[in-house]
């Protein structure tokens, strides 16, 4: 078993080496009628892999562990897988430029680890400090990173290609990985895999009884990864044939590149520099800083 380097991150490797295979060995089959799943036939084998990993072991174990441990010892459970990827969140919130997202997270991680007893109590919420969604695909995605083909991962589910790459990143940051006891971040690990099935119970039902679930789960998480990029507030239209987080017209959170980050960061805290050039063209993502040029 891996020690080190982490575990995760090497798996995550493993399986994109095997996707870059696949798409190889793919490439001359007829693309999909869908813009967004041009290797559907892959996919659709992938899908039925997990579905059928999902109700040999994932679904027995969930319902095993609901129906056994009590209801607010699932809810410290939970806490404490959250606050251990807030870390994570305030990394990307502060790439995306969302410095007050940032600081509430860091703030959130803080008052949660020393006063809710390792994250076990959400004693921050209880102050007012939500919990954000951040990861290192939204981060690519407003850095102006295309977003590539839909795409299912064994055992990982779906993404995209640049969401699979955002997994990466997110493994090498996930704390579970540098545990040094591979024993406890093993158990740990399948601890929150089922914790993770306990919240999405409903959703797995109802996909269960869609006339076809592979489609539902296509565009559940097509619009799931909108919501998120949008920060919960995204636009009253339709994205573009080809798929994507199109900021609308006016408005709309946009691609952020590092320079553009580092401009912002510094006009935020020396303002005698200059205006907020770099301002985001987003209410929630603008600078609040004098002179600040409007949103063009």
Known sequence: MLSSPPRR??????????????????????PSTHPSDPLED???????LDQKLEHAVIRPTTHVYVRVVPKPVRIVVHN??????????????LLEGRWKAGGEEFARFAVNTSFGILGAFDVAGAMGLHRHHADA?????????????YLVLPLLGPTTLRGAFGK????GLDPLNYDPGVPSRNALSILQEVDTGAQIRTAERLLSQSFDPYVMARQAYMAHRRYRYY???PPVSFPPAGGGFPPPAGGGPPAATPLKLLRRAVAGVFPVLGPCRGAARHSSQRLSCPGAEPAP
């Open 9 to 30: 991150l090497a798996r995550t490797a493993v399986l994109l080496g095997g996707l870059v295979l696949g798409l190889a060995a793919c490439a001359g089959r007829p």
């Open 42 to 48: 892959l996919n659709r084998a992938n899908f039925a």
């Open 80 to 93: 404490f897988f959250s606050n251990l990827r807030d870390p994570l969140v305030f990394v990307n919130e």
């Open 137 to 149: 695909g939204l981060t690519l995605a407003h850095w102006g990173l295309p977003e590539g083909p």
């Open 168 to 171: 990466g990143a997110d493994a």
């Open 231 to 233: 920060h919960g507030n």
